[in-house]
């Protein structure tokens, strides 16, 4: 069964510092969310993308925050200068439509 | 804003017996109301939906249902079993690209 995939699993890095996390959709899906879970709380949407751009974000997804879909496979997101109320858990999702969405087992990352 | 309550937060149940976990939402424009099911360490999964225009779903011991009159949705597990234990999310569909989580129910079954 096609899983969504995420790389990688863990991060660590210094506040300031430039993260990419990457994900692999599900091959035949079209829209593409990135969410994320602080440690013990609940999933917050960050940001969905569909048709090759943002077709929507929330208060949370600032300046900070960029998303791609650099090729046919990866989609990407990308926090230019940590904080360290960024360290959360990330997870990316896929879907078909705009409603079921299949999750990612979800990046780890650590600001320190 | 839109918002999605979940209760209860805990909850622990002997094997076998059923659990239960409500959700409400305040957005009456929400149509599709998913349930996710996250072990530790791993992603949420995806484990029975409903929409709006029904009122109950069922799949093997567990079971949605929805009055959208008082914005109310539950999840039914019956014949709880040790692999049912973990964190429960529900979800609601707000439109546009959105879905709102719950905060989550920690569901232990005690064997």
């Known amino acids: 069964e096609p899983e969504v995939t995420q790389t990688p699993s863990h991060q660590v890095t210094q506040m300031g510092q430039e993260v990419i996390l990457r994900c692999v959709p599900i091959s035949n899906h079209l829209y593409f969310y990135w969410y994320r879970q602080i440690l013990g709380q609940k999933v917050e949407f960050l940001v969905s993308?569909?048709?090759?751009?943002?077709?929507?974000k929330s208060e949370i997804f600032d300046d900070q925050f960029s998303v791609e879909r650099p090729d046919g496979s990866n989609f990407t997101l990308k926090i230019r200068s940590t904080k360290l109320e960024d360290s959360a858990m990330y997870f990316c999702?896929?879907?078909?439509?705009?409603?079921?969405?299949?999750f990612g087992p979800g990046t780890r990352l650590l600001v320190l | 804003g839109e918002n999605v309550e979940q209760h209860p937060s805990t909850l622990s149940v002997q094997e076998g017996d059923s659990a239960v976990i409500k959700c409400t939402y305040s957005d009456s424009a929400s149509n599709y109301f998913p349930w996710y099911k996250q072990e530790l360490g791993k992603g949420p999964q995806l484990i029975i939906d409903i929409r709006s225009n029904v009122g109950e779903k069922k799949d093997q011991r567990i079971a949605v249902t929805l009055n959208k009159t008082a914005k109310h949705f539950s999840l039914h597990i019956t014949e709880t079993q040790p692999e049912d234990s973990a964190v429960y999310f529900c979800?609601?569909?707000?439109?546009?690209?959105?879905?709102?989580f719950g905060a989550g129910t920690r569901l232990f079954v005690k064997a």
């Open positions: 979800a609601a569909f707000t439109g546009g690209f959105k879905t709102i």
């Open positions: 993308f569909y048709n090759n751009e943002i077709s929507e």
């Open positions: 999702a896929s879907g078909t439509g705009q409603e079921t969405q299949y």
